[in-house]
């Protein structure tokens, strides 16, 4: 299986700020990751997909990069609302095996 | 509008089984694989089981073979979730998902005596 290492496991940040969310898989998966948002009680939310294309309906302040084996997500001014929890998939072979999360607190 | 409504979780005794249901509305189901993701109470996501539109194939991860069977009814537009042979360490919430865009609610299962 893939191993997805999601770093880091928590981050704290002011609103305004750039974040960035980084997950290296054990293998290359091209550019076949996703990256979820999650908040508690709720369904995962898309926010990007295969590295870098936003889901519709998305803020354009979310966006994603990197191909084989890094790859990086970043909120480019963080907003109250996206207080949340993070998580990277990758969809390149099965299982479709996620990273650990991040979880980001203001 | 794309919906799915996840149901039958409950509380079961280990060494149990439980059948999940997951509705599905708004696309044209058969054309679509099909997938279940479970998160533990305070953890992670971890992809369970996935099936192909036809439900032809089928796809597990490694903990839940031969104790877990996906499969569809594409004339009722649901996906299901056989569960045999629970354990402790199967206590999750279960989401159905269409790809990676589209995700139910969730569905509750305990396994505890």
């Known amino acids: 299986d893939i191993q997805m290492t999601q770093s880091p496991s928590s981050l704290s940040a002011s609103v305004g700020d750039r974040v960035t969310i980084t997950c290296q898989a054990s293998?290359?998966?091209?550019?076949?990751i996703n990256w979820y948002q999650q908040k508690p009680g709720k369904a995962p939310k898309l926010l990007i997909y295969?590295?870098?294309n936003l889901e519709a309906g998305v803020p354009s302040r979310f966006s994603g990069g990197g191909s084989g084996t890094d790859f990086t997500f970043t909120i480019s001014s963080l907003q109250p609302e996206d207080v949340a929890r993070y998580f990277c998939q990758q969809s390149d072979n099965l299982p479709f095996t996620f990273g650990q999360g991040t979880k980001l607190e203001i | 509008e794309v919906q799915m409504l996840e149901s039958g979780g409950d509380l079961v005794q280990p060494g149990g089984s439980l059948r999940l249901s997951c509705a599905a509305s708004g696309f044209t189901f058969s054309n679509y694989a099909m997938s279940w993701v479970r998160q533990a109470p305070g953890k992670g996501l971890e992809w369970v089981s996935a099936?192909?539109?036809?439900?032809?194939?089928?796809y597990y991860t490694d903990s839940v073979k031969g104790r877990f069977t996906i499969s569809r009814d594409n004339s009722k537009n649901t996906l299901y979730l056989q569960m045999s042979n629970l354990r402790a360490d199967d206590t999750a919430v279960y989401f159905c998902?269409?790809?990676?865009?589209?995700w139910g609610q969730g569905t509750l299962v305990t396994v505890s005596s």
């Open positions: 295969d590295a870098s």
């Open positions: 293998q290359d998966i091209s550019i076949y």
């Open positions: 998902a269409k790809g990676k865009h589209f």
């Open positions: 099936i192909i539109g036809n439900g032809a194939s089928t």
